[in-house]
């Protein structure tokens, strides 16, 4: 009898484990290129703490949507203490995005203390893109510099812009 409850819970273990990977899978499938990327070379380059480490240090959500005016909206927290480097990470983003063309309206936010946010916008897939590879993805791509400064994982919000006003009224 008692190899018969071995067995089964072997079984319940694989099946259990083959979620897990086809759980994972779907997951990095939904992130852009460069995450699933980011997250092989760590995993390949620095064994599974390291993967699991860095993974946790941003993570992005939602669809690339169809054509249209896209928007990166990123919730970041910053560890107790390092406050002011996650300051000086958004200033350096928002260095990057002045020479990017397609990156829109760009602004940085505190909520809190250490709760912090980016709103960018762009007029399309392509130009959020080119944003992503470029210097203010590059980044958040610094998995050294994340670790040391977020307390968790940057939380990178993929949106579709149904409208906007883009001017301040007269005064």
Do not use: Y
């Not at 996650?86 to 983003?93: A, E, G, N, S, Y």
């Amino acid at each position: 009898m008692r190899s018969v409850n071995g067995r089964r819970q072997a079984d319940e273990e694989k099946s259990h484990t083959k979620q897990l990977e086809e759980e994972k899978g779907a997951h990095e499938e939904m992130m852009a290129p460069p995450v699933r990327w980011l997250l092989r070379e760590i995993s390949g380059a620095h064994g599974c703490n390291a993967k699991r480490q860095a993974a946790v240090k941003f993570q992005v959500v939602g669809d690339q949507g169809a054509e249209g005016r896209k928007a990166f909206f990123i919730e970041i927290e910053a560890r107790p203490g390092q406050e002011d480097a996650v300051v000086q990470m958004l200033r350096d983003i928002r260095a990057c995005v002045e020479d990017e063309p397609a990156t829109g309206p760009w602004f940085a936010v505190r909520f809190s203390t250490t709760r912090f946010g980016i709103f960018e916008a762009f007029p399309d897939l392509a130009g959020r893109q080119a944003h992503v590879d470029g210097g203010g993805g590059d980044i958040f791509r610094d998995i050294e510099r994340m670790n040391t400064i977020l307390n968790v994982a940057a939380r990178v919000h993929r949106v579709d812009v149904l409208m906007s006003k883009d001017r301040f009224a007269p005064l």
